[in-house]
């Protein structure tokens, strides 16, 4: 009778412990989802921003070029690849900040309508980026500290639980904030 009560413990215990695993894993995919809608935002908005600068700097096709590349090459990385989004994402992120300086050379862009609103929406959505990857890393580190820690490590590692990534950039040179002066 005994045996029996312990083991209805372990099996209920077990069951908290897969439940906690569950919403864990669902909260970090919900926090992947955030960041993924951020960075399509910011996606769509590109083609406008590189319309409207091409008016002006005509003679800038390869910097230009480079952006739409980039922003093609970030939208080709399968959703599951948190490290190869942050990396393409990165380096689109430095390309849009030469965008933003290229209007210090062309003082009728800097003063067009179109661009500042352009800029500005960038901007925000640019710092709702960065909110979505920091709930995200909560995600994922609350999520891989129930895959490492004991007993829960037991419970994950047989429902194949596995720690998730964090997304982040992995150049330094990336994470240096483009200066962008008007």
């Known amino acids: 009778m005994i045996g029996l009560a312990i083991a209805a413990v372990v099996v209920i215990y077990a069951i908290i412990i897969y439940n906690g ?6 909260v970090k995919e919900e926090a992947w989802s955030g960041i993924d809608v951020q960075l399509k935002r910011r996606a ?4 406008n921003l590189i319309e409207t600068v091409k008016g002006y700097a005509s003679h800038e096709k390869e910097t230009l070029e480079k952006v739409v590349e980039l922003r093609n090459r970030a939208q080709a990385v399968p959703s599951g690849d948190v490290a190869g989004r942050a ?6 992120s430095q390309a849009l900040g030469r965008i933003f300086a290229l209007a210090e050379a062309y003082p009728d862009l800097k003063a067009n309508q179109n661009f500042a609103e352009l800029q500005q929406t960038l901007e925000t959505l640019e710092d709702e980026i960065q909110m979505s990857r920091r709930y995200y890393n909560g995600a994922a580190r609350d999520l891989n500290v129930k895959v ?9 590692s047989l429902f194949k639980f ?5 997304f982040e ?8 904030v483009p200066t962008v002066k008007f």
Do not use: M
């Open 148 to 156: 490492e820690s004991f007993p829960s490590n037991l419970v994950a």
């Open 21 to 26: 695993l569950v919403r864990a894993r669902q």
């Open 169 to 176: 950039i992995e150049n330094p040179a990336d994470r240096a």
């Open 44 to 47: 769509d908005l590109i083609p």
């Open 87 to 92: 990396q393409a994402e990165g380096l689109l």
């Open 162 to 166: 596995l720690k998730a990534p964090y």
